[in-house]
């Protein structure tokens, strides 16, 4: 499941359009990395990452910029929560 989710991101990526949006990508793959680990060790959370990921490209692949775009953005916020509530809290100095 991580391969996959890892290639769905991965293919995701390659279809924006923003160049901005691939470079900021970059800076952010190592964290991204560190929150696929930890959701692996989490079934239901990584089955709720990826029927997101599904839901995307199922938008993406309709056309559907409105859809893929609010479908993004709700993942991208549930990206961050799981990262500071999990990898990002369990690794930050302070702990």
């Known amino acids: 499941m991580y391969r996959l989710r890892t290639v769905i991101e991965t293919s995701a990526l390659r279809l924006a359009i923003e160049r901005n949006l691939e470079g900021g990508y970059s800076l952010y793959s190592g964290r991204l990395a560190a929150l696929r680990t930890y959701l692996a060790s989490i079934p239901q959370r990584a089955m709720h990452s990826l029927k997101e990921h599904e839901a995307i490209l199922v938008a993406v692949r309709s056309a559907d910029v409105n859809a ?25 100095p302070a702990s």
């Open 68 to 92: 893929a775009t609010t479908l993004l953005a709700k993942h991208i916020g549930h990206t961050s929560l799981n990262y500071e509530t999990g990898v990002g809290a369990k690794w930050s």
